[in-house]
């Protein structure tokens, strides 16, 4: 497919307060795909700190901002080698702490699920019989998922054919920031959820000291066009009690993505070498243990570069 000039884009409002008062804090490209020539802004809201991207791609642009050669449809030891093995040791020990308490006969359903990482973790690691689901918007990915006999449905949780009140815990890992309407995916996983039941959501910390550094520009988090909504604890926080949650844990934790993307794009908008932008990506081991040692110490002081929040729907 021929790089677009330029994408279908339209105006948004906060998705928390619905306000339009909001002042640019980033503006920069697609530097990791770049699937559009477009320079794009990133905006905090002056009401309630979100920053959101503004305006972003429309909704049909979707097969072109995620491309085929998009990491989540194929994170896999052939693509990723020593950086797969390191990180599914990292996951695999993360997703079975959130899932600590559950019975024999827990359902568990993940948000924006990939080619299913983190469920097939859960299926290799965790309880064999808990039940395991997942849903992608992205065919490409679901099909990939399905191929390693993972229940995974494709479509939106809204529209989820699914009785309210079936699961035990769900995730939305690294998933709020892309999607269009975060409290409508709130609200329909609340009710999707037992009473007591659990979301946990991961997702990119606008306070941390990588999103201070490079907000201007460059900064990885924003992923640009593909991260709509970036949030803070206060951010992150209003909309879990807007929409019904009590919020029961909410922190940082460790990664390196961010920092790692942040030089990367740095180095692409400047026109560096292209040996020295390959030293900067999901494939280099060498930079991304450099900077988890960095987070690892930030994160004590609660400035990781994730913040992580467990929600939990009250009795």
């Known amino acids: 497919m021929q790089t677009p000039l ?13 306000s339009s008062s909001a002042t640019t804090v980033g503006r920069g490209e697609d530097y990791e795909y770049h699937t559009s020539a477009d320079t794009f802004s990133a905006v905090r809201c002056n009401s309630c700190n979100l920053i959101y991207l503004n305006p972003r791609p429309s909704v049909k642009e979707f097969e072109v901002i995620y491309p085929p050669t998009y990491h989540a449809f194929d994170f896999s030891p052939k693509q ?5 093995k390191v990180r599914t040791r990292l996951e695999a020990n993360r997703s079975l702490s959130r899932c600590k308490g559950l019975g024999d006969d827990a359902r568990i359903l993940d948000v924006g699920c990939g080619d299913g990482f983190h469920l097939n973790l859960i299926k290799k690691y965790g309880n064999k019989k808990w039940t395991l689901e997942g849903i992608d918007l992205d065919k490409r990915a679901v099909e990939a998922a399905r191929k390693c006999g993972l229940n995974v449905h494709l479509g939106s949780v809204e529209e989820m054919d699914i009785p309210q009140e079936s699961f ?3 995730f939305m890992i690294q998933t709020i920031e892309h999607v269009e309407k975060p409290a409508a995916i709130l609200s329909s996983i609340f009710k999707l959820l037992k009473k007591n039941g659990k979301l946990v ?9 990588d999103f201070k550094i490079y907000k201007d520009r460059y900064w990885g988090g924003y992923h640009f066009p593909r991260h709509w909504n970036l949030f803070n604890k206060k951010s992150l926080s ?8 009590e919020v029961e844990d909410l922190s940082t934790i460790v990664s390196p993505v961010n920092w790692v993307y942040s030089i990367h794009n740095s180095l692409v908008g400047r026109k560096k070498p292209q040996w020295l932008i390959d030293r900067f990506t999901l ?6 243990f450099a900077f988890t040692v960095l987070d690892f110490v930030l994160q004590k002081f ?3 570069a994730l913040l992580q929040a467990t929600l939990k729907k009250p009795s």
């Not at 948004?12 to 619905?18: A, D, F």
């Not at 494939?283 to 991304?288: C, D, E, G, N, R």
């Open 6 to 18: 330029q994408l279908e884009v339209n105006s948004v409002e906060c998705c928390i307060c619905g």
């Open 80 to 84: 990723y080698g020593f950086v797969y």
């Open 302 to 304: 609660g400035r990781g």
């Open 201 to 209: 959501i991961v997702t990119d910390n606008t306070d941390s000291l």
């Open 168 to 170: 035990d815990l769900v």
């Open 238 to 245: 209003k909309l879990a009690v807007q929409t019904g949650f």
């Open 283 to 288: 494939k280099s081991p060498v930079s991304l």
